[in-house]
């Protein structure tokens, strides 16, 4: 994130048990690539990772779990204090 950024402006989250801080208004895929993440899922069959492909909601490639929620698109999902965020594998299960 840029250290120009305002602090009113920053959101924190977690991914993957890791604190990430982003700027409010970015998207989840937005700010995991910023952060270097790449991988945001595992097919479910062969355990493939998956990432951002399109960025516009059309390929369900990056689809996470949020907050315990399973096949949530990053691209599509905005920022918000306290998300809990993590790698989806497979199909995702519901708590």
Do not use: H, Y
């Not at 840029?2 to 990430?20: A, L, M, W, Y």
């Not at 790449?38 to 492909?53: A, D, E, Q, S």
């Amino acid at each position: 994130m840029n250290s120009i950024t305002p602090p009113d402006k920053r959101v924190e989250f977690t991914f993957d048990g890791k604190k990430v801080i982003a700027i409010s208004g970015q998207t989840l895929a937005g700010a995991l690539l910023e952060q270097g993440v790449r991988t945001l899922r595992k097919t479910r069959i062969k355990g493939i990772p998956r990432g951002v492909f399109c960025g516009i909601g059309i390929c369900f490639d990056c689809l996470v779990v949020i907050d315990g929620l399973p096949n949530q698109r990053a691209c599509l999902t905005e920022v918000r204090d306290g998300l809990t965020v993590e790698t989806q594998d497979g199909l995702g299960s519901l708590p």
